[in-house]
C-alpha cells in the first residue's frame, strides 16, 4: 500500500514557476513508476508526466514538452513536477499517481495508487 501526498500548488501568473511535490510513504517507492495527471474542469484526466523507477526514462505530454520537468528522489520518497512558463491553459488540479508495475506508463487504468490532487491556477 502506498499513500500519497500532494503539495506546491497554488496561484501564479502566467510565465511563472511552480514545483509541485509528492511524497509517498512505504518503504517500496524505488519499485513503482510514477505519474503527473491533471484534469481541468470539465475535461478528462491527462497524464503529463511519467519516470521510471530509476528515473532513467520519462515521458511529457506533447503540450508540457520543454516547460515541464519530472524527476525523484528515491531516498526521500519524493516525485517532483517542475513547471515554468506557466501558461493559462495549465490550470487544473494535479495528482500524483504510482504505478505497481514498474511501467512508464500515461494511461489512468495503469496506475494503483493516487493522491488527492493540489490546484494550480495561471492567471493571465
Known amino acids: 500500500q502506498v499513500q500519497l501526498v500532494e503539495s506546491g500548488g497554488g496561484l501564479v501568473q502566467a510565465g511563472g514557476s511552480l514545483r509541485l511535490s509528492c511524497a509517498a510513504s512505504?518503504?517500496?517507492?524505488?519499485?513503482?513508476?510514477m505519474g503527473w495527471f491533471r484534469q481541468a474542469p470539465g475535461k478528462e484526466r491527462d497524464c503529463v508526466a511519467a519516470i521510471s523507477w530509476s528515473g532513467s526514462s520519462t515521458y511529457y505530454a506533447d503540450s508540457v514538452k520543454g516547460r515541464f520537468t519530472i524527476s525523484r528522489d528515491n531516498a526521500k520518497n519524493t516525485v517532483y513536477l517542475q513547471m515554468n512558463s506557466l501558461k493559462p491553459e495549465d490550470t487544473a488540479i494535479y495528482y500524483c499517481a504510482a504505478n505497481a508495475q514498474s511501467t512508464l506508463a500515461t494511461t489512468g487504468v495503469s496506475y494503483d495508487y493516487w493522491g488527492r490532487g493540489t490546484q494550480v491556477t495561471v492567471s493571465s
Open positions: 512505504g518503504r517500496t517507492f524505488s519499485r513503482y513508476a
